[in-house]
């Protein structure tokens, strides 16, 4: 018999806010908005459940969230600090479990099947990470437990903040049927919408559509639409997304030693890489150029990129700079690669740092 995983999904509370509220004791208790503070172009980041309060949440203007909430302290976003602090966090998940899929700076699944006996529920161990956390960071985290990935991650928004919640075969559902669509993961806002254009408003709405039909308004997505609404989802964690790295390199026929031409393959590979980290919307923030000599050595040099990077150009930027750090003038190399690595998953978290100046 095929044991039934544990899962547990763990995202902290208000991040970036939290951590402006811990480091800044006068900001407790009150609205706080992290985000770009431009009028004209800053968004919200994030906000303190004390601003939410108000209405104001991520991704709002920061003109409207002025609007809502005039009193609030809104601060600029402290990336670095976020960032050592997931590190932290990460490590807590890994003394767990070594099957960590992190999904962005503050959330992360965990398989924790192999923690749980008959003396230790999932839920303990979801409350002994939580516990873990809080002693680590001085931060406040939500976590889901259930037997596949997309309920963990509903159970973890159903309590926030401070939550600890279970899906299980019992209620799960209930859970479901009573859900907004607009909250089924993988429902955005235009889905949404063309969900309620044909009266699906919920769980239970989506329960009574065939497959077929589903497929029909939704392409693919109308199958696993059609899982979502009875509990069925993958178990399985994408656990190598931390070590991953996209790199392409290519041996001569013959030992080179003309720079121009060898810095054209580079560009080349440069944009290769590009092609595939964009196809998995990923961006890395370390880039590796690798070269071996006639004689069979192998020489690397990497960097760390300011920002998560993926672009064709930018990537070669960096290749650039490595290639002249790591090659003698006058040795010829048979091969040369350039990996990115340090990846993370592309989205607003890591990109629109302009939107914060
Ligand atoms: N974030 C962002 N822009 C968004 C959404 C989020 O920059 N549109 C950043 C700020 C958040 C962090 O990512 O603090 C984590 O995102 P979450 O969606 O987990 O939101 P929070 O942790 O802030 O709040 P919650 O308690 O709802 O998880
Ligand atoms: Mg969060």
């Known amino acids: 018999m095929i044991m039934e995983k544990r899962i547990i999904h763990i995202d902290m509370d208000a991040f970036y806010a939290q951590i402006e509220q811990r480091d800044h004791p006068d ?3 009150k609205p706080v908005i992290v985000g770009g503070r431009s009028q004209s172009r800053g968004v919200v980041a994030t906000a303190s459940y004390e601003a939410r309060k108000f209405g104001v949440h991520s991704a709002m203007p920061t003109r409207t969230a002025y609007k809502l909430c005039p009193d609030g302290i809104y601060v600029r976003p402290r990336f670095d600090v976020y960032k050592s602090v997931s590190k932290e966090i990460m490590d807590v998940f890994l003394s767990y479990s070594e099957l960590v899929e992190p999904l962005s700076l503050d959330e992360a699944y965990l398989d924790i099947t192999h923690l749980v006996s008959r003396e230790r529920t999932a839920k303990s161990v979801a409350l002994n990470i939580q516990r873990d956390i809080f002693e680590k960071t001085h931060l406040t985290s939500s976590s889901g437990i259930s037997y596949n990935k997309y309920l963990a991650k509903i159970a973890s928004g159903m309590n926030k903040p401070k939550g600890t919640t279970v899906i299980h075969h ?4 209930e859970i479901l ?3 907004p669509i607009g909250k089924f993961p993988g429902v955005g806002r235009v889905t949404e919408e063309k969900m309620k254009s044909l009266k699906i408003f919920n769980g239970e709405d989506l329960h009574g559509w065939d497959e077929a039909d589903l497929v029909r308004e939704f392409g693919k997505r109308g199958s696993s639409l059609y899982r ?3 509990g069925i989802g ?3 964690l994408n656990v190598d997304r931390v070590r991953k790295s996209v790199g392409k390199e290519t041996t001569f026929d013959h030992d080179v030693n003309d720079d121009e031409y060898i810095l054209k393959v580079l560009e080349e590979l440069s944009h290769k890489v590009s092609e595939n980290l964009d196809r998995r919307q990923f961006a890395g923030r370390v880039v590796t150029v690798k070269l071996k000599t006639h004689d069979y050595k192998t020489h690397t040099k990497q960097m760390m990129t300011t920002n998560p990077i993926f672009k064709g150009d930018e990537i070669f930027h960096y290749a650039y700079n ?7 003038p006058e040795e010829p190399i048979r091969l040369i690669g350039v990996t990115v690595s340090h990846l993370e998953e592309r989205s607003y978290r890591n ?3 302009y939107d914060f100046l």
């Open 228 to 230: 979502k609404a009875r």
């Open 170 to 173: 019992g209620n799960v559902m």
């Open 27 to 29: 900001y407790r208790g």
């Open 322 to 328: 490595l290639y002249h750090e790591v090659k003698e």
């Open 177 to 179: 049927k009573a859900m």
């Open 234 to 236: 993958t178990s399985e």
């Open 351 to 353: 990109l629109t740092i």
